[in-house]
């Protein structure tokens, strides 16, 4: 029992530690982009991870570079 209150402990630590990368991906082009992005058009875009988006075969804008790690 007490093991796992350790694990739950050490995994909120290291989600709060790591910022977790928000993008915002084109559901049509698959391209993703950071929310500020001037190209961003917001039909048909949902806000994921960048991890979430490469898996579903995203693409980096290269206009705003998302950060792809
Ligand atoms: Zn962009």
């Known amino acids: ?3 796992i209150v350790i694990f739950l402990l050490a995994f909120s630590l290291l989600s709060c530690e790591k910022k977790i990368n928000v993008v915002a991906m084109n559901d049509k082009t698959k391209i993703f982009h950071k929310q ?4 961003l058009m917001m039909a048909n875009v949902r806000l ?3 991890e979430e988006a490469k898996q579903r075969g995203g693409k980096p804008c290269p206009n705003c ?3 792809t790690r």
């Open 1 to 3: 029992m007490k093991s």
């Open 65 to 67: 570079k998302p950060e």
């Open 48 to 50: 994921i991870t960048v």
């Open 36 to 39: 500020d992005c001037p190209k």
